[in-house]
């Protein structure tokens, strides 16, 4: 039968619906299956004002009196009545349109003005705080597919399965929508600011993955002792994959042939975390970068989450006060962080990539899906100081730029700037003091950030420019993108006690505190004209910036040196927000830049992050 009554056209329809989008909206509605002869309530409500003039002693003035009105309608939906409408005021009008698909019907309930003015609208035909709430009075509502899940091929049948207890019942046009969370669904309705409190992730793992165990800078633990819990952690996850075998059998036909393959895929990275366990076991190189790595993921996670931002004259002020004395003298004894099992897991199974830059899995692209906040930017941050410290174990005098990591946007870059410049301060920290008597290079291991000219100015001469002016921010700041030390948090941007020096014709950056390890210098560069010269070991900038590569013959010369080995590791986080015109124009740009990274047919690894 016809979704449509005889006096209504199909354009009429399909303009209630493009009114639910205009700037100035008219309508919205609320999407929904349910089985044929269902009763539903419509409760609605909105509210108008009424303008008063109120006189006071100096002057007239304007005020605003609110007047909800709250109702309800009933709507039979049957083969019979597929298309109604209720008027509920003067403009204002409910409908419901159905149509019969097979044994179900999928519904619309739609709020929609009557009238439709141009230029400013007219106070009393304007709604406010419009809105319904459905509920059926015999069947619960049928789930929906969302759009993601409605799609074709492996990547919706995938999350259809993972999904399948994470049920919708509702969808909008012009508003959000909500439920009752229950399988015995039997009401919906319309939300204009959704929220979802996101649960926080908790490992149900039992192994505790210290980093300062997995360093045992000491030699305190035998390699057994040492290694053990990263051995637990492999026959944890393989027990996880049995169990997952178990409850495939119990899952309906439909959903078998694709947990078969997750399951194929869970004992695939079962066997890359194996490998990457005997490489640590094996192999005495990568068992000192694996070493050194986890006592810079240690460093870094203290000085970064328990110091507190101070100035020159400040002690160092720290959250955990019993650590205030470790910190300050460099010592790092007392600090302890852990992995959660993902992220310890993910940066096993890379090393692999990373050791055998013949293996299998080096020209895939691993990616990391998990949700904001769970914790993956220490996952690819792990696998990107094992790749540097490795390096350097190999070749001490091997110091160009390790990594590329790219990002999207520069709000973005910013943020995860400070984080990984304190990685990098506690791998140039462990270079410096030999840790584990390793030889790291003269050269410092730095990290690079390059971004356009209204972010960071291009050169040292502008970088000077600056100085000189005196520029400052709304807070009195210099207008420098770091702004405050990576090691010790103490202030950079103050004009009258400044990290940034000009001398030599160079404008660096240095601790104001003649207390912090960083006092004399920072490995940190802002400016392009720095980056081209030092080439950093981390070099992290915005997607955009790598056009240049057309344009600069430096750009080229920073990635293909033949004088030392280009990048091994391409880190792309917020791997989603590349897509439409701007996921056409970077997918043009990068097979130029893989082409230049690669060397004897071989490319370098990359990883991706996405929520």
């Given amino acids: 039968s016809s979704r449509f009554s005889e006096d209504e056209s199909q354009d009429e329809q399909d303009n209630l619906i493009d009114r639910s989008v205009d700037y100035k909206q008219s309508s919205?509605?609320?999407?929904?299956i349910t089985l044929v002869d269902e009763i539903i309530e419509v409760d609605y409500g909105f509210s108008k004002y009424v303008k008063n003039e109120i006189e006071t002693e100096s002057h007239k003035r304007s005020v605003f009196s609110q007047q909800k009105t709250r109702g309800s309608v009933s709507f039979e939906i049957s083969p019979t009545s597929l298309n109604q409408k209720q008027k509920i005021d003067d403009y204002l009008i409910i409908r419901?349109?159905?149509?019969?698909?097979?044994?179900?019907?999928?519904?619309?309930?739609?709020?929609?003005?009557?009238?439709?003015?141009?230029g400013v609208y007219n106070l009393d035909a304007c709604y406010f705080q419009v809105g319904v709430e459905i509920r059926s009075t015999k069947n619960n509502f049928q789930p929906i597919k969302t759009p993601l899940q409605a799609g074709s091929g492996d990547q919706a049948a995938s999350l259809d399965l993972l999904f399948r207890k994470k049920l919708s019942y509702a969808s909008g046009n012009g508003c959000a929508t909500d439920w009752e969370d229950s399988l015995d669904c039997r009401k919906i309705w319309?939300?204009?600011?959704?929220?979802?409190?996101?649960?926080?992730?908790?490992?149900?793992?039992?192994?505790?993955?210290k980093m300062e165990c997995l360093a045992n800078i000491d030699n305190k633990l035998s390699n057994d002792e040492a290694y053990g819990p990263v051995d637990q952690l492999a026959?944890?996850?393989k027990n996880w994959i049995l169990e997952q075998e178990k409850e495939k059998e119990t899952l309906s036909d439909k959903y078998k042939e694709t947990a078969e393959k997750h399951i194929s895929s869970a004992k695939i990275w079962l066997n890359r975390i194996n490998k990457g366990i005997e490489i640590i076991k094996n192999d005495e190189e990568a068992s000192l970068a694996f070493r050194s790595a986890n006592y810079a993921m240690l460093i870094q996670a203290n000085r970064l989450n328990l110091l507190e931002r101070k100035n020159t004259t400040d002690e160092l002020e720290c959250i955990d006060k019993e650590l205030i004395d470790d910190l300050r003298s460099n010592a790092h004894k007392k600090i302890t962080y852990s992995w959660y099992p993902f992220?310890?897991?993910?940066?096993?199974?890379?090393?692999?990539?990373?050791?055998?830059?013949?293996?299998?899995?080096?020209?895939?692209?691993?990616?990391?899906w998990f949700p904001t906040g769970g914790g993956k930017t220490e996952a690819?941050?792990?696998?990107?100081?094992?790749?540097?410290?490795?390096?350097?174990?190999?070749?001490p005098d091997d110091n160009g730029v390790v990594s590329l990591m790219r990002y999207t946007l520069r709000l973005l870059t910013a943020d995860q700037f400070r984080r990984s410049a304190s990685l990098i301060c506690a791998i140039d920290f462990i270079r410096k003091e030999k840790v584990l008597g390793l030889d790291l290079g003269e050269k410092n291991i730095s990290i690079g950030l390059w971004v356009g000219r209204k972010a960071s100015p291009a050169t040292h001469n502008d970088a000077h420019y600056y100085l000189k002016k005196g520029t400052t921010d709304v807070n009195g700041n210099q207008s420098f993108m770091l702004d405050e030390c990576p090691w010790c948090k103490n202030h950079l941007t103050n004009p009258d006690d400044s990290g940034y020096e000009y001398s030599m014709q160079k404008v660096t950056i240095k601790c104001p505190d003649t207390n912090c390890h960083f006092n004399e210098s920072l490995p940190v560069y802002l400016w392009q004209e720095a980056i081209f010269d030092e080439k950093p070991t981390l070099l992290l900038g915005t997607i955009d910036n790598f056009c240049k590569l057309a344009w600069l013959p430096e750009a080229i010369e920073l990635f293909n040196d033949p004088e030392i080995s280009p990048p091994d590791l391409i880190i792309q986080d917020e791997l989603h927000l590349i897509s439409g015109p701007l996921g056409s124009m970077v997918g043009l740009y990068e097979s130029v830049l893989l082409k230049i990274l690669e060397r004897d047919e071989i490319g370098p690894k990359i990883i991706g992050a996405t929520a």
């Fill in 235 to 237: 026959e944890e996850y």
């Fill in 343 to 368: 992220q310890l897991a993910f940066v096993l199974g890379i090393i692999p990539d990373i050791v055998d830059k013949k293996n299998i899995y080096r020209d895939q692209v691993d990616l990391i």
């Fill in 96 to 118: 419901l349109d159905s149509r019969i698909v097979e044994n179900e019907v999928i519904s619309t309930v739609s709020m929609s003005h009557l009238d439709t003015q141009q």
């Fill in 28 to 32: 919205f509605g609320i999407n929904f």
């Fill in 380 to 395: 690819y941050l792990g696998a990107l100081a094992f790749s540097i410290i490795y390096r350097r174990i190999l070749n």
């Fill in 190 to 209: 319309t939300e204009f600011l959704p929220s979802y409190e996101v649960k926080s992730i908790e490992p149900t793992s039992g192994v505790d993955l």
